[in-house]
Structure formats: C-alpha cells, structure tokens
C-alpha cells in the first residue's frame, strides 16, 4: 500500500469541518451521520450491523483490515454502513479464516472508504460537538462547498424511520449458521424447541443464532408485521430486534407491541432498538445521545451486578419519564448513567439497550437469552 500513489479523498463534516486523506475501498461520494466505535475488533461484523445503516463509520482503534473478511462474520448480507474512515487499513491480511482482503470487499461492496485520517482529531470533534452528519468523497466531482451546502441539506437521524431499509421483505424460519456447531449439537437433541416470533427491524444473525442455540424455534417477521400476523403462527415468546434510525419514528413497531402487551401476556423481550419500541409501547420517551455507545467494552449493572457489553445506539429511554409502577429499570450504563434494561412489573417483558450476542463482544450478557426461555418455560 503506497499512501503517496493513492487517489485523494476528503471527509467533510455538516459543521465545516475538513479532513484530507486517500481513497480506498470503493470510489465515490457518501453522505451519512458520522458516528465512531471503540472495539479494537469485530469491524466486519460491526460493518455489516444493520443498525448502522445510512451511517459513515469511523474506527478509534488506528489499523482496520488485518485479518481481512469471511461469510461467517457477516451479520447481513451485506454491508449496511455506507462509509469508512480510518487511520490507516491493512492490505495484506492474515488469518486462516480470511476469503478476501478488507479492501477487495469494500470495493465489491461499494463502501467508499477514506483513510490517513487522524481519528483521534476527528473523535474529539465528535465528543465535544456530538455526532453530525458527514461526507466521504473520492471521486473528485465536486468541491469542500457544493459538499458542504448539499450535507447542510441532508436530514438529521431524529425523526427518521429506517427499519424499512433493512428489513426482510418476507417471513422466514432461521436456522443456525455453521458459525455454532457446538450449540448446534445442543440444540438437535432437544425437543422442547419455544415458538418465537422475531419481529425484524434490522435482526442481527448472531441473535439469531444465539435464539436457536437457547432453544427456540424462531419466525421471523418484517417490521411491518400486525398483531394477526403474529398470533397467526401461535407464539411462545416475542423478539424486538435491534435496529437502525430513531425509535420514536417506529410508529408500527410501537403500535404493535402496545397491542401485544395490552391484549396478551405472552413473554417479550427487546435488544436495542427493540428494547426502546417496549419502552416507547409502556409510555416512555426516547432522547438523543449526545455522541452514542458503540463499543465492546461498557459496564451495565444494577445493586452490584456488573456486566461488561458490546453496545451500539444513539437514542435511550429518558429515565424521567418510566412510571415505576410499569416499569422497573433493571439496568444503567455506568459510564454515563442512561438506562440500559427494563422490565415489567408483574409482566414476562424486559429489553435490553445492549447486545447480548458479542457479536463481537464479551459473553457477560448471554444469559439473558436463557431468561428469554425461562420466561416461556413458565407459562408452559
């Protein structure tokens, strides 16, 4: 990789701010809101996470790319970022699970991709001023000011509703991916599989997979599934998967778990974004984060319990507004003190603002899937 050789390429931020660098990955203009994470690995799962669609992501730790990209890791089809910025990328990759060099697969991918960045410059900005709306351009066809009057123009994250981009266009069955064999063996001889209902607003497969390997037999169902739709196929259990955009603007997905906690004491349980639709469904508000939580390294806990996740939003419930008679918070972030779980009074309902997958990620939080079942084996 020869930095000198390379195309230029700049990244532009909607408060003026202008960052130059050289191309990479695919070339092209992109515009998003520019957001950054904190692991030190997992970037093609983290790449391929629906919830960071219409976002550019930028990467603290400095090299991106080492061990370059496989089938396995991929929690979409495809990525769902539309940009990358990085200090710098590696284009030789080594590990024996490699299939293709990162950059090969940005550029089969159409992820535009601007490297030779100083992230540490551009994650102060975003820690002081909170994310923005960004573009990436290396395709040269237009100057820092039409780039910038035409991202001024842009929406902001607030308000929009992105779960129709990302979400499956028709009912399916999941079945474990090769990634798991050793729950898969588990699962085979079992034969008490709980029915659930996953109701897509971006779905990891990671959750996917961790729902089969707890042992459910799991539906899944697009964002705009209604309550006949749902007790149709006769569930045990509900999942609110994650998702991208702001929950408040998830207008179906509210209305319909208010109608299936308002009409039937089925268990519930909700990651991120579907964690945020409960709570929205229970009479919460939602807020904007200043700059958001994505990372591999948050501590979440309550009255000593302290668990270690992998995190990635931008929007919380606002604690003020959870009436303590629905609702107990079960959880807090402890860096900042937002609320990270929830549950119902009396009711088999509780939601996450983590992701229990680790996908990538440390384990602490998996069991929250075996409370997920639990839950379920109850009321058989």
């Given at each position: 990789m020869n930095f000198f050789q390379r195309e230029n390429a700049i990244l532009v931020l909607s408060d003026g701010?202008?960052?130059e660098g050289k191309s990479f990955g695919y070339r092209g203009t992109v515009f998003g809101e520019m957001v950054f994470n904190t692991g030190i690995?997992?970037?093609?799962?983290?790449?391929t996470d629906p919830s960071y669609f219409g976002q550019l992501i930028t990467f603290t730790?400095?090299?991106?790319?080492?061990?370059?990209?496989?089938?396995?890791?991929?929690?979409?089809?495809s990525p769902c970022a539309k940009g990358i910025v990085t200090r710098r990328f590696s284009s030789q990759p080594s590990n024996w699970r490699s299939e293709k060099s990162f950059e090969n697969w940005l550029i089969d991918e159409k992820v535009v991709g601007v490297f030779g960045i100083d992230t540490r410059a551009l994650v102060r900005i975003l820690r002081s001023s909170g994310t923005m709306n960004a573009v990436i351009s290396s395709d040269r066809i237009s100057s820092p000011a039409v780039l910038l009057d035409e991202l001024r123009k842009r929406p902001l994250m607030e308000g929009l509703d992105l779960t129709g981009e990302v979400t499956t266009k028709k009912a399916y069955e999941w079945h474990l991916t090769t990634s798991v064999e050793f729950d898969k063996r588990i699962v085979n001889n079992r034969t008490d599989l709980f029915k659930v209902v996953a109701i897509d607003f971006g779905i990891k497969r990671s959750i996917?997979?961790?729902?089969?390997?707890?042992?459910?037999?799991?539906?899944?169902?697009p964002a705009t599934a209604s309550l006949s739709d749902v007790l149709e196929l006769e569930p045990e259990g509900i999942f609110f998967s994650?998702?991208?955009?702001d929950p408040?603007?998830?207008?179906?997905?509210?209305?319909?778990?208010?109608?299936l906690i308002e009409g039937h004491d089925l268990p519930m349980f909700g990651i991120c974004l579907g964690h945020q639709i409960l709570g929205l469904a229970l009479g919460c508000k939602t807020f904007k984060l200043p700059y958001g939580h994505r990372g591999l390294n948050h501590p979440c806990g309550e009255s000593g319990s302290i668990e270690i996740t992998s995190q990635n939003h931008g929007f919380?419930?606002?604690?003020?507004?959870?009436?303590?008679?629905?609702l107990e918070i079960t959880h807090f972030n402890l860096n900042d003190k937002t609320v990270s779980g929830i549950a119902m009074c009396n009711r088999p309902i509780f939601g996450?603002?983590?992701?229990p997958e680790a996908s990538p990620g440390p384990h602490d939080a998996d069991h929250h899937f075996s409370r997920f079942v639990e839950l379920m084996s109850e009321r058989r």
């Open positions: 701010t202008l960052m690995t997992g970037y093609q799962e983290v790449l730790f400095p090299e991106i790319g080492n061990t370059g990209v496989n089938h396995c890791d991929q929690e979409s089809d996917l997979d961790r729902l089969v390997a707890h042992g459910c037999k799991v539906h899944v169902l994650n998702g991208p955009g408040a603007a998830v207008k179906g997905g509210i209305s319909l778990a208010k109608e919380a419930l606002e604690a003020s507004s959870i009436d303590s008679e629905i996450i603002q983590y992701h």
